[in-house]
């Protein structure tokens, strides 16, 4: 496969951004080229993923978040608020061992969503329903 221009594109601006929809990669191409058009990066992401140069996760629901393939981690999705931390893979060795000895399946928590509340969201919690914590219930 040949590195067209539009590729290059595509694959600079995932690394630029980061972690991108296809749409916003789209955006960020159309700065400096606007002729290049969402058929056109969801392709060249389609193909790129197929090289292993970048990957997708979804953190949640709608499209696909894109990186680069080196760029692996955890990502901690908050469902209240919508904010999205990264840990790094081996935070999840014990469950990975565990998945391993128990069911004989290999984890592969690179660039890996996990749903749930974040520190902020459950702590405002606490604050709004100080009695939930002293009844030992954990905050939703």
């Known amino acids: 496969m040949r590195m067209t221009p539009q590729r290059q594109l595509v694959l600079d601006a995932v690394r630029e951004l980061e972690h991108a929809t296809p749409e916003q990669v789209c955006r960020q191409i ?71 000895e128990q069911c004989g399946f290999t984890l592969d928590a690179t660039h890996l969503a996990l749903s749930g509340t974040c520190r902020n969201c459950r702590d405002a919690d606490t604050v709004a329903n100080p009695s939930a914590s002293a009844n030992g219930k954990e905050p939703r």
């Open 30 to 100: 159309q700065h400096t080229t606007p002729t290049v058009n969402i058929t056109t990066v969801y392709r060249a992401l389609d193909l790129l993923e197929e090289l292993g140069l970048v990957r997708h996760t979804h953190l949640g629901h709608g499209a696909p978040t894109y990186s680069v393939e080196e760029h692996e981690h955890v990502h901690l999705v908050c469902h209240r608020c919508g904010r999205i931390d990264e840990v790094a893979c081996d935070m999840l060795d014990g469950l990975a061992g565990d998945l391993l």
